[in-house]
């Protein structure tokens, strides 16, 4: 597995990058065949030391977690067990995957667009219907199953997903509503 490991703003020593290696290696070789690479990345926020890594598996799908402590080695065990809760949670169906799916999960490109907010927030009519786009950045939309979708917005900790369906190469979204549940939007099954 190829990592990346770096700190803003934080000095990575070579004891911490072969601790993360190790245990990364450990933690995800017992739930996931084949991941590909991993991104870790320390910051500070305030007193605390945070640690968020992000790790790819072959299949196109993504696992990601986010550790908090006031020590850097202690950020990484518990962004780790976190990683590790996600993966148990979902092994039986990440092994299930590898058997079904003999390709990785395709991409489609598309375009994503980051709108300025309006300046006068208390203004109840926009000045113009035409907003000011301040960023242009490609975004990759899967492939998947529904309960793909699902799998993967859990393990990405991602509000919301959206995916094109392989049933019927329609654009879905699966999100998580505020009473706990799933939402599924399904444009093609109105009809």
Not at 14 to 40: N, W
Not at 57 to 80: M, P, R
Not at 110 to 126: M, Q, T
Not at 144 to 160: D, H, R, T, W
Request: proline share 4%.
């Amino acid at each position: 597995m190829r990592y990346q490991i770096s700190g803003k703003q934080i000095d990575i020593g070579e004891a911490l990058q072969t601790h993360v290696k190790t245990e990364m290696d450990a933690a995800v070789g017992k739930y996931s065949t084949r991941p590909t690479d991993a991104q870790v990345v320390f910051s500070r926020n305030a007193h605390e030391l945070v640690c968020e890594a992000v790790v790819h598996l072959s299949t196109g799908l993504t696992v990601s977690a986010k550790g908090h402590a006031t020590e850097i080695y202690a950020a990484f065990d518990q962004c780790l067990e976190r990683m590790e809760k996600q993966l148990r949670r979902y092994k039986r169906r990440l092994k299930d995957h590898h058997k079904d799916r003999v390709e990785p999960v395709e991409f489609a490109g598309a375009a994503s667009y980051i709108l300025a907010a309006s300046e006068d927030e208390e203004s109840e009519e926009p000045g113009s219907l035409q907003p000011m786009i301040i960023a242009e950045m490609e975004a990759r939309i899967p492939a998947l199953s529904v309960g793909e979708a699902v799998m993967q917005m859990e393990l990405s900790g991602s509000p919301l997903l959206v995916f094109r369906n392989e049933k019927h190469s329609g654009v879905n979204v699966v999100y998580r509503r505020d009473d706990g549940n799933i939402g599924w939007i399904d444009p093609s099954g109105s009809k």
